[in-house]
């Protein structure tokens, strides 16, 4: 049986699905005896992907460019949409998609609308993370948390802040980032009643 799936999580859940067999392999074959093939399309399939790609990370950047305007006239709702579609638009494996929805989360949150910045937040660091970049993961949902305590979504508060300080405990940070991380996370209830 093959699922059919369309869109950008096609492709990666493709590439998942087969990164998931690859691992419950036994230890010799993961050793380089077999190859996980991740793309297999035909040529014509590739061609018509990057071509909507193309006109995908056209419209992400104009989206960006008039986010940009839209927050400099200090009008930060229209600025958050822009951003958030910005985002919506760009690939798991874009670069800059941290980071616009990083901003999206700021200009929801100046818009008086944590519930959603908290949203975008999360979006961020999980994008973040895909690309290794544990620090900004870990801001991502330290500001996350932030916003949905603010929104006063207590259970979504707790969720995001363990997603931080578990982070907050990788190894590839320096020290100084993992206490800078950790000041402003408590797993401790009494601190807060104190």
Same mark, same amino acid.
């Given at each position: 049986?093959?699922?059919?799936?369309?869109?950008?999580?096609?492709?990666?859940?493709?590439?998942?699905?087969?990164?998931?067999?690859?691992?419950?392999?036994?230890?010799?074959?993961?050793?380089?005896?077999?190859?996980?093939?991740?793309?297999?399309?035909?040529?014509?399939?590739?061609?018509?992907?990057?071509?909507?790609?193309?006109?995908?990370?056209?419209?992400?950047?104009?989206?960006?460019?008039?986010? @940009? %305007?839209?927050?400099?006239?200090?009008?930060? +709702? /229209? *600025?958050? !949409?822009?951003? $958030?579609? &910005?985002? =919506?638009?760009?690939?798991?494996?874009?670069?800059?998609?941290?980071?616009?929805?990083?901003?999206?989360? @700021? %200009?929801?949150?100046?818009?008086?609308?944590? +519930? /959603? *910045?908290? !949203?975008?937040? $999360?979006? &961020?660091? =999980?994008?973040?993370l895909i690309f290794g970049n544990v620090l900004e993961a870990a801001h991502g949902y330290?500001?996350? %948390?932030?916003?949905?305590?603010?929104?006063?979504? /207590?259970?979504?508060?707790?969720?995001?802040?363990?997603?931080?300080?578990?982070?907050?405990?990788?190894?590839?940070?320096?020290?100084?980032?993992?206490?800078?991380?950790? %000041?402003?996370?408590?797993?401790?209830?009494?601190?807060?009643?104190?």
């Open positions: 049986m093959q699922a059919r799936t369309t869109g950008r999580g096609g492709a990666l859940l493709g590439a998942a699905a087969a990164l998931l067999l690859a691992a419950a392999m036994p230890a010799v074959a993961q050793d380089g005896e077999r190859t996980v093939v991740i793309s297999d399309l035909p040529l014509m399939e590739q061609t018509r992907i990057a071509a909507e790609m193309d006109a995908r990370n056209t419209e992400a950047s104009e989206l960006l460019e008039e986010a @940009r %305007a839209h927050e400099e006239e200090g009008e930060w +709702g /229209r *600025a958050a !949409r822009k951003y $958030e579609r &910005s985002g =919506e638009l760009r690939a798991d494996g874009d670069g800059l998609a941290w980071q616009v929805y990083d901003m999206a989360g @700021r %200009a929801y949150y100046f818009s008086d609308s944590p +519930g /959603r *910045a908290s !949203r975008m937040w $999360e979006e &961020s660091a =999980e994008r973040a330290l500001r996350a %948390a932030v916003a949905a305590q603010e929104a006063g979504k /207590r259970v979504r508060t707790v969720e995001l802040g363990w997603k931080a300080y578990h982070l907050s405990q990788s190894p590839v940070l320096t020290r100084m980032q993992r206490e800078e991380l950790q %000041a402003h996370l408590s797993v401790d209830a009494e601190d807060e009643r104190g």
